[in-house]
T-cell receptor, first 112, second 118 residues
């Protein structure tokens, strides 16, 4: 089992729709969760972080964390073509200090 | 401006010719890390450093060396590059420490270095 798994893509949604990206993790000791956006050939860019169970909203983005189910998701409301990118889920485990474990990413395409 | 700077951005070289990719950060971060990214494999950690003179292997360290003589710099060294090291490389940094304050710190990435080993 991979430490961090993301829903396989690519994911395609029409402009204005809600895009839902999912991530599960295997280590129950994980304490910090991050979503990065990466445009093709560019570096990952942090868009959301979440540490407590529940929802965290920032503009059109909502991160959801459920530690009991070991599940973290990212919702993008009113999706725009500029949201088309690969989204990386990253998890920091309690025992790993500052190290992050990344999922393989989900490629999102928003169609005009 | 807070940033992580990698050089070079692009490099084409030949098998066996030693090369160094530099990484420098101006945020006084303790933690620095090198990743490689390949299609279908995501970001894989090569080496990381918790502080000056403290380095450790990541998931794919074979064929690479690092050093951390100064807090701001963390160069990646390929002593004898081979074609399977052709990849996109990223350096990242963050604050480090114990407790919630530090565990919540995100990593900041450099712009990447695209290496082609012929």
């Amino acid at each position: 089992q991979k430490e961090v798994e993301q829903n396989s893509g690519p994911l395609s949604v029409p402009e204005g729709a809600i895009a839902s990206l999912n991530c599960t993790y295997s280590d129950r000791g994980s304490q910090s969760f991050f979503w990065y956006r990466q445009y093709s050939g560019k570096s990952p860019e942090l868009i959301m972080s979440i540490y407590s169970n529940g929802d965290k909203e920032d503009g059109r983005f909502t991160a959801q964390l459920n530690k009991a189910s070991q599940y973290v998701s990212l919702l993008i409301r009113d999706s725009q073509p500029s949201d088309s990118a690969t989204y990386l889920c990253a998890v920091r485990r309690e025992t790993s200090g500052s190290r992050l474990t990344f999922g393989e990413g989900t490629q999102l395409t928003v169609n005009p | 401006e807070a940033q992580v700077t990698q050089n070079p951005r692009y490099l084409i070289t030949v098998t066996g010719k030693k090369l160094t990719v530099t990484c420098s950060q101006n945020m006084n971060h303790e933690y620095m890390s090198w990743y490689r990214q390949d299609p279908g494999l995501g970001l894989r950690q090569i080496y990381y450093s918790m502080n000056v003179e403290v380095t450790d292997k990541g998931d794919v360290p074979e064929g690479y060396k690092v050093s951390r003589k100064e807090k701001r710099n963390f160069p990646l060294i390929l002593e004898s590059p081979s074609p399977n090291q052709t990849s996109l490389y990223f350096c990242a940094s963050s604050f480090s420490g114990t407790g919630r304050l530090y565990s919540n710190q995100p990593q900041h990435f450099g712009d990447g270095t695209r290496l082609s080993i012929l």
